[in-house]
């Protein structure tokens, strides 16, 4: 344990972010380093909303190191995440790709109009897309569909989707034929 560790004082005020940096100083005092390097051993790229309800190593039952997880507001295939997957594969050796959505998503709620009112809010036209969607099998088959027709992806033999229901825990996997 440093010597940091042993004399940083447990914050009870301060800003989460504080408290964070604060549980950052526990996790290290008990961290050894696994040797790894930055190949993930089950070959794989997961693709998910960054829900705060879905925690993905525990529900999958991933160790350090197993997977990559590349998140964003409804785990929807954007052109940053063909970037984050052509990485993975083409860098850092995966094979697979499970995509996961969930129940109670805010993208359900949202539509594009989140988008004009945003650009005549702020005088500023966003370059992205909101990505709203209504049907939540539909997307992740438009979401597979995205990743199996990119032509930056080497690897599309494996790619399923699934919904996580946020009440069960469980997931439901959605056939890419539907
Ligand atoms: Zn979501």
């Keep these: 344990m440093s010597s940091s560790a042993d004399s940083a004082a447990v914050r009870t005020d301060g800003?989460?972010?504080?408290?964070?940096?604060?549980?950052?100083?526990?996790?290290?005092?008990?961290?050894?380093d696994p040797g790894m390097d930055a190949r993930p051993v089950l070959k794989v790229a997961v693709v998910?909303?960054?829900?705060?309800?879905?925690?993905?190593?525990?529900?999958l039952g991933?160790?350090?190191?197993?997977?990559?997880t590349i998140r964003n507001a409804?785990?929807?295939?954007t052109d940053d995440i063909i970037r984050s997957l052509t990485i993975s594969q083409r860098a850092l050796g995966t094979r697979s790709v499970v995509l996961i959505h969930h129940t109670g998503c805010g993208l359900l709620n949202l539509?594009?109009?989140?988008?004009?009112?945003?650009?005549?809010?702020?005088g500023q036209r966003p370059t992205w897309a909101v990505e709203a969607f209504k049907d939540l099998d539909e997307d992740v088959r438009q979401s597979m569909q995205r990743v199996r027709t990119s032509p930056f992806l080497p690897h599309?033999?494996?790619v399923r989707g699934f919904v996580f229901d946020v009440t069960t825990g469980l997931l439901r996997e959605i056939d890419p034929q539907s």
């Design 74 to 77: 409804g785990g929807v295939v």
């Design 111 to 122: 539509t594009e109009d989140f988008r004009h009112e945003l650009a005549a809010e702020v």
């Design 156 to 158: 599309t033999d494996d």
């Design 15 to 32: 800003t989460v972010t504080d408290r964070l940096v604060e549980a950052n100083r526990r996790y290290a005092a008990a961290f050894t």
């Design 48 to 59: 998910a909303c960054m829900d705060a309800r879905l925690d993905l190593h525990a529900a």
């Design 62 to 68: 991933l160790e350090l190191g197993d997977c990559h």
